[in-house]
């Protein structure tokens, strides 16, 4: 009544599901991967704006979030950025390094998501679309056996590499955390990561047709601080270090930007006065912001007149204006364009090792669909491709 029988079934074909798999395969175990999707990887596909920014070289467990922070450390150290860049290397894909180690395709995600179907084909991986799941059982025996579309399959090792939430309309789903729970695991509470954050009231009201104006800022939050370029956007802010901050950020906490980030505000407004005298605030701020966002700020929020008018209290108090700007945010923009989900399957239940689920055996939790969120910058993608060797380095041939 099952079909075919394989050593290991993965569900989710994304980065950290085929690296499983190829990963299984190469040690010679018969792996069959599984996904509802029509095709696979399509995040790999749409990340990095279509160049996928797959590793960043200077990947620590620092750059992870975790109820464990510990936990990432043993599959990071043990498949390291360096394993990956000599696999692109391999398959002869350019790349190039942007700013802070990160690596990106000098052509396309797609030569990275061809890279994994050729190494799975090489491994002997079979690997099936458009199949849905409806059920996954254990049997008495100790196997999985899973319910899908297109059959039931049977295999003594299950990887669930389904993702999280994000994105739903490419394939995401809460599938991963349903069978942790099914399986006894504690699933921790989810919410969207590296998304854009949401503005009301009076701050939405004054920026909104600023929407596409760019700055450098350092967004600040509980203690973290990143110093990269923000977006004002139709509903709000985006932009490199909004997204990173909104890992650290819920609402109700304070959120606080740097508008002068690497200059020394009060020097500069003591040099103003001194040698620019009749410029006025606004035209000078220009000169050091977008134009838009330094007449809008002084339209709302920072009284501009000539320099040689304000008393040095007055210059103390737009110091600290600019230095540390609090700015209200609503909420996210939620799963529909976040990168990332923080939380999901805890730690506590698995093996830092091999992924391995410390109740099941057999049974193996990898990539995003567990409690581990890394920066922006292609820690993720690190972590997909750490969690899914480790995973498929372990599985009993
Ligand atoms: C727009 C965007 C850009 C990004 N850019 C980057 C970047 O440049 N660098 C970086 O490091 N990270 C980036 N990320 C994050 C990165 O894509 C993810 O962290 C990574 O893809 C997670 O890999 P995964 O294999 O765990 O999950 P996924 O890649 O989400 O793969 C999960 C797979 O499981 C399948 N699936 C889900 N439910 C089921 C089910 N019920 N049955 C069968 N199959 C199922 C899905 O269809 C999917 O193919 C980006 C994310 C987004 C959304």
């Known amino acids: 009544m099952s079909g ?52 960043n070289t200077g990947t620590t467990p620092a750059h992870y979030l975790s109820a464990n922070p510990h936990f990432c450390k043993s599959a990071l150290a043990r498949y390291t950025p360096w394993h990956f860049i000599e696999l692109v290397e391999r398959h002869r894909i350019a790349y190039h390094e942007k700013e802070l180690g990160q690596l990106f395709c000098d052509d396309s995600s797609k030569q990275v998501v061809a890279m994994l179907l050729a190494e799975c084909a090489a491994a002997g991986v079979e690997v099936r679309t458009h199949c849905s799941i409806e059920r996954a059982e254990h049997l008495d025996d100790g196997r999985f056996r899973l319910h899908a579309s297109q059959g039931r399959f049977v295999a003594p090792a299950l990887v669930v590499a389904s993702g999280g939430l994000s994105i739903p309309s490419m394939g995401a789903s809460g599938f991963g955390y349903a069978l942790a729970r099914q399986f006894g695991h504690a699933v921790l509470p989810t919410r969207a990561g590296l998304v854009p954050l949401t503005l009301t009231g009076t701050h939405a009201e004054r920026l909104q047709d600023l929407a596409g104006v760019s700055l450098r800022v350092e967004a600040r939050c509980n203690g973290v601080r990143f110093r990269n370029f923000m977006l004002v956007t139709h509903r709000g802010i985006s932009g490199p270090s909004i997204l990173q901050i909104s890992n650290f950020w819920q609402p109700g906490d304070d959120l606080r930007l740097d508008l002068l980030p690497g200059i020394d505000v009060e020097a500069q407004l003591r040099e103003w006065q001194a040698g620019r005298r009749d410029a006025e605030l606004k035209t000078l701020l220009a000169e050091v912001m977008p134009k838009r966002f330094a007449q809008r700020l002084c339209e709302h929020w920072i009284a501009s007149k000539p320099m040689r008018q304000y008393t040095p209290r007055e210059l103390q108090a737009i110091c600290g204006q600019l230095q540390d700007w609090p700015l209200v945010a609503s909420g996210t923009e939620g799963y529909r364009t976040a990168e990332v989900t923080l939380g999901g399957v805890e730690t506590d239940g698995l093996s830092s090792a091999t992924m391995m689920s410390r109740h099941v055996p057999g049974l193996y939790f990898v990539g995003e669909v567990v409690d581990v969120t890394g920066w922006l910058g292609g820690y993720n993608f690190q972590w997909a491709w750490a969690s899914g060797h480790a995973a498929g380095s372990a599985m009993a041939a």
């Open 4 to 55: 075919p029988t394989h050593d290991a079934i993965v569900i989710g074909a994304g980065a950290a599901g085929l690296m499983a798999a190829i990963t299984a395969g190469q040690r010679g175990l018969r792996v069959l991967v599984v996904d509802h999707a029509n095709k696979v990887g399509k995040k790999i596909l749409m990340s990095g704006g279509g160049r996928c920014n797959f590793t």
